[in-house]
Every structure is written in structure tokens, then in C-alpha cells.
């Protein structure tokens, strides 16, 4: 059993794991008695760009405040443990050198954290004063305008938008003139592209500087693309975390997703999460669930422009909706739910819509189970219990406050609230923010599992395309230019929808020969241009 649950993982996300003898006789540190131990560390290298990829609550943090120095490991051992006990112990491996550095105080840190929503409460200004405190290295100007900051220079830090604060604060961890840095997910409210642009920096970083990057991402498809090796780590949340040796990205990856870690011998979940290389065939769902004509929506005196095409959305399905920041896909969503009204065309469409935004602002003085159940009073029946609260791992912060929760347990009660409303359709807005992977999937399955089995209607707007991809039916195309000009397509089937998205991007994915996961091409490979010129972006023909 995990020390959480009394019996068998009721998530069947980690089967009960017996860690090897050798492995449980060498923690790198464990907090206090029955307290949660780490096994392993991950070994930052110069030059490269070092990932890893698991849960949250296994010990990442941990790991990265022992390398950073801030936190002296005692090896699992009662007795006082320095720095050359550690070295000792770590004498032989690719860790070596890295530590007799910490130990001789030689390595030098910057840390963009995870949660950048916090940002505003510990810094008051603008974001030209933020982020010229931290210009060591002269980058800043090729930052600020790669990263599409310029725009928002002279803004407060606490009127920026989540999307603009990750970038403010990626651009003021790169420019910082140090050995290591560290990435605690970079792709949060970021579109594709500004995913794709934000590891092209980090790799340039590594490579061109010779840095030593180490990057915790859960966006599987860009952390493909931005790692040089992986560290999986798995565990019990809260109670152990093993981290692995460095595998190559791509096996990384693929065993994590397969559920099984070879070298390890280990086996992580019961089920593989699999991807299908060709499109599904057009869905043939009943009911119309609405009909809507086309649309326009204008702000000020035609600022920024949405011109809707009209088109279905059945009965039961999950429509996806994709496209960059800043070209109207909330005001879509607005203009559906009736908050806003249209500048042309007819959109009283007379449904209930239940509404998760993008940036979830729950935070009242209540407890999460009091917060559910003035929601739905299915909250604590066997069905709710079983296809919400558990797939999206409420059990454990049910007695919290709303204000107590991190950012991945806040989405998972938004999440939940949203479904649990009573509404002819279900809008979800970057469900995946915040959620680790394991998460991801559980929350994907429970959405479309809802969906199915409430004949529920659901939208859902994300950018991680692997989220995409387990969730949607079919699709919505946002595109034009942000903040200018947004064009709506009506909903379309999965292989065309992809095509019209990726096609804007330039972006194309082969298949993984193993697992079929999808993996983007590099840019002018052979099989980019074979793609683009035969119009197949993301699905085998
Ligand atoms: P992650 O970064 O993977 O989410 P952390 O390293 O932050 O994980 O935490 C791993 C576990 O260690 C958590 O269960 C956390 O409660 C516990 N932990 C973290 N810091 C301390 C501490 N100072 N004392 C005791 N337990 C701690
Ligand atoms: P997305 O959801 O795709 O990121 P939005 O629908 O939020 O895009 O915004 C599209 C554009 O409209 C952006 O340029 C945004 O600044 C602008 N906008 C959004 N709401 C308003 C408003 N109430 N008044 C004026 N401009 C707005």
C-alpha cells in the first residue's frame, strides 16, 4: 500500500511499486522518520538540456534545492551527513564533478518556479524594472523580442495575464548570467508557438553557452523537443520519490507512457497510454446539440475583430479548440455563454453553459468538499466519487481551503466543479495547466468518460497537443493575427482540423516507430518537407 490509500492505487495510476533493496538502503535524503525520502538524483551536464519528467509531489523540488546547495542532503542517515559524505557517495557517477562544485560553493543558480501567478506578490513595478534587474549576460533585448514582450514593457507586473507573465519570467531567468538553471515548466498559458520558441532559447542556452539546464515540462511534445536526456521519476506523492538514471529522451518517454521503465525493471502503471498514428474516422454522433449562424465581434472601434464561421456542435461529443493567444477563442466562448453579445449575427442560443476559465481564481476561505458539494448535490454519491473525485485526485484535498491549494490541485477542483454543474454544454479552458502528466491523462478520460455517459456536450480549448489529442472528436481552428484579426472555423474532423492548425504553425510530427506517439519534426528535415508538400501535418495518410 502507498501510506495515502489503505488498499490497492484506486487511480490505477501507479501500481503498488516494491522499491529494490539497494535502492531503499541509499535515500539522498528523507525529511524525518516515516517522512517522504528521495532516491536519486538528476544530473545537471554543461552543454545540455536535462529533463524530467513525472508527477508532482515525488520530490522534484527536493532534488533541485539539493543541487542548487540550498539544502544539504543527510543521505537517509540519523547522524550529521556534509558535503563530502555526499561526495563520497556520489564518487564515480556523472554527479561527481556537479557536487564537489555545490560543496565548493562554485555553483551559481537561476529558478523560474512553477507558479508564476505568484510573480505580482513579491514584485512591485513594471516589467521593464523586473527584468532589468536581471540582465547579466546582454540578452535581454534578443529575449524581450523573441519572446514577444515588448508589448507589455511598460505594464504593471500585476495587470499582466498568465500567458505574458511566463514569458516575463522565462526571459528573466534566461538572462541571468549563471551555471545552472532550472525550469520549473515552461509551457503553462503559452500557445504552441510561444512553447516551440520558449525550448528553442533553453537549447540555444545549453548549446551556444555551454549552460547547464535542467527543465521539469509536462508537455510531453515539447519536452521531446527541448531535452537532450530524460530522468523519469516515480514514486508516492508524499511518501517517496525515486528519480532514474538519465535515459535518451525518446526511450524516456516512451516508457514512461508504456508504463513500464526497462532498465528499472519497473513497472509504473498498469495501462499504456497510446496515440493513434491515423485520424479517427469522422464521427458519427446523433444530435445537433446547437446550430449556430455566423458571427462577428468587434471591440472599441474594431480593435480586435472575431469573425465566427457558423457550424454544429453535436450531442456527446468533445470538440477541441485550438489556435494562438490573443485571437478570440474566450471571446468565442463568451459569446456562446451570452457574457458577451455579438457585433453581427444572431447568438441567442439559449444554453446552459458550465465555464472553466483560463486562469482559475477560486480562492475564497472554504473548504474544497463544502466548495463541490454547494455545486452539485451528487457530490459524495458512488458515481460522482468514482468518475470525478477520483480521477481527478480530490480525495486528498477535500478538507483543504481553496486558498491552501497549489495551482495543479486548484485546476483539479475547477475541473471538477465545472463538470459537476448542470449544463447543456461543458467549456473548459486549458484544463491541462498545471496538471502533471498522470494527471493530464486521468482528467482527459474522466472529461470524456463524462461526456459519454451524462450525454454531455464539451468544449475544450488547450495547447498541449497530446492533451488534444486523447480528448477531441473534432476540432476548431482559431487563426489570423493575434490581438488584430481572429477567424473561426466551424468544427471539422480531427485529420483536416490538425492540418489547417499545424499548417499556420509550420509544424509537422512523425510518428514514434515504437509507441506511435507523435514527435515534431525538425524544421527543413526530410520529412518536414515531404509532409508539408503532401498537406499531412499530423496523421499517416
Ligand atoms: P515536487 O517538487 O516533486 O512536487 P517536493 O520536493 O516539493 O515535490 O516535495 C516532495 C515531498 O516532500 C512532499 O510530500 C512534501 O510535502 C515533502 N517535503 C518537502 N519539503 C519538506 C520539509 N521541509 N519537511 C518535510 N517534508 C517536506
Ligand atoms: P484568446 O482567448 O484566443 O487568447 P481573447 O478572446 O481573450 O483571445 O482576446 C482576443 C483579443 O481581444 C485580444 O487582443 C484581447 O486583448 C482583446 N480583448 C478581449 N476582451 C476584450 C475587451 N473586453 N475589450 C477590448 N478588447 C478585448
Not at 564518487?91 to 565548493?104: F, K, M, P, S
Not at 446550430?291 to 477541441?320: A, Q
Not at 457574457?339 to 476561505?365: E, M, R
Not at 463524462?450 to 492533451?467: F, G, K, L, R
Request: include cysteine; hydrophobic fraction near 35%; charged fraction near 30%.
Amino acid at each position: 500500500t502507498c501510506g495515502i490509500c489503505v488498499e490497492k492505487c484506486p487511480f490505477d495510476a501507479i501500481e503498488i511499486i516494491n522499491l529494490p533493496q539497494e535502492l531503499q538502503d541509499n535515500p539522498v535524503h528523507r525529511y524525518g522518520e516515516n517522512a517522504f525520502s528521495l532516491y536519486g538524483l538528476p544530473a545537471p551536464q554543461e552543454g545540455k538540456v536535462t529533463g524530467i519528467l513525472g508527477p508532482n509531489g515525488i520530490g522534484k523540488t527536493t532534488a533541485v534545492r539539493i543541487l542548487e546547495g540550498e539544502l544539504q542532503p543527510n543521505l537517509g542517515r540519523d547522524e550529521t551527513v556534509d558535503w563530502d559524505d555526499v561526495l563520497e557517495a556520489y564518487r564515480g557517477t556523472e554527479l561527481q564533478d556537479y557536487i564537489a562544485d555545490v560543496r565548493d560553493g562554485e555553483v551559481t543558480v537561476a529558478r523560474k518556479p512553477q507558479y508564476v501567478d505568484q510573480i505580482p506578490e513579491s514584485f512591485d513595478g513594471n516589467t521593464r524594472e523586473l527584468l532589468e534587474r536581471t540582465d547579466e549576460r546582454g540578452a535581454l533585448d534578443s529575449l524581450v523580442e523573441r519572446l514577444e514582450i515588448g508589448p507589455v514593457m511598460d505594464q504593471a507586473i500585476e495587470d499582466l495575464s498568465g500567458g505574458e507573465l511566463q514569458r516575463v519570467a522565462l526571459a528573466a531567468t534566461l538572462a541571468r548570467d549563471t551555471d545552472f538553471y532550472f525550469l520549473d515548466e515552461v509551457t503553462p498559458y503559452l500557445d504552441i508557438g510561444q512553447r516551440v520558441t520558449a525550448a528553442r532559447l533553453i537549447r540555444e542556452l545549453a548549446e551556444e553557452e555551454n549552460r547547464s539546464m535542467l527543465v521539469v515540462e509536462h508537455d510531453l511534445a515539447i519536452l521531446d523537443l527541448l531535452a537532450d536526456t530524460l530522468h523519469v521519476a516515480y514514486g508516492e506523492p508524499g511518501a517517496y520519490g525515486v528519480i532514474t538514471s538519465p535515459k535518451s529522451v525518446r526511450n524516456g518517454i516512451n516508457e514512461y507512457l508504456s508504463g513500464y521503465l526497462d532498465n528499472e525493471n519497473m513497472r509504473i502503471r498498469q495501462d499504456p497510454i497510446e496515440f493513434e498514428e491515423h485520424a479517427p474516422r469522422t464521427a458519427t454522433h446523433g444530435d445537433v446539440l446547437v446550430d449556430y449562424p455566423d458571427l462577428t465581434k468587434s471591440y472599441g472601434d474594431g480593435e480586435f475583430t472575431l469573425e465566427v464561421k457558423g457550424g454544429e456542435i453535436h450531442r456527446n461529443e468533445v470538440l477541441g479548440i485550438v489556435g494562438p493567444n490573443g485571437i478570440g477563442k474566450s471571446t468565442f466562448a463568451k459569446l456562446l455563454t451570452g457574457n458577451l453579445g455579438p457585433t453581427a449575427g444572431d447568438a441567442d442560443l439559449d444554453l446552459d453553459i458550465s465555464y472553466k476559465p483560463q486562469y482559475v481564481t477560486i480562492d475564497q476561505h472554504m473548504r474544497v468538499d463544502a466548495f463541490l458539494s454547494s455545486i452539485t448535490d451528487q457530490f459524495g454519491s458512488s458515481y460522482w466519487n468514482t468518475e470525478i473525485a477520483q480521477p481527478l485526485q480530490l480525495e486528498r484535498i477535500m478538507e483543504q481551503n481553496l486558498s491552501d491549494l497549489s495551482g495543479g490541485e486548484r485546476q483539479r477542483v475547477a475541473i471538477a466543479a465545472c463538470l459537476s454543474d448542470s449544463a447543456d454544454l461543458y467549456l473548459l479552458d486549458e484544463p491541462s495547466a498545471h496538471l502533471d502528466v498522470e494527471q493530464r491523462v486521468q482528467a482527459t478520460s474522466a472529461i470524456r468518460r463524462y461526456a459519454e455517459q451524462q450525454d454531455a456536450t464539451v468544449m475544450v480549448i488547450d495547447h498541449d497537443i497530446y492533451t488534444i489529442d486523447l480528448l477531441a472528436d473534432r476540432l476548431m481552428v482559431f487563426e489570423g493575427e493575434p490581438a488584430v484579426a481572429g477567424h473561426a472555423s466551424k468544427p471539422q474532423p480531427m485529420r483536416e482540423g490538425m492540418n489547417e492548425f499545424l499548417s499556420n504553425l509550420e509544424i509537422t510530427f512523425r510518428r514514434d516507430e515504437r509507441t506511435s506517439r507523435p514527435r515534431i519534426n525538425k524544421p527543413e528535415s526530410q520529412l518536414d518537407r515531404e509532409q508539408k508538400r503532401e498537406g499531412e501535418y499530423y496523421y499517416s495518410p
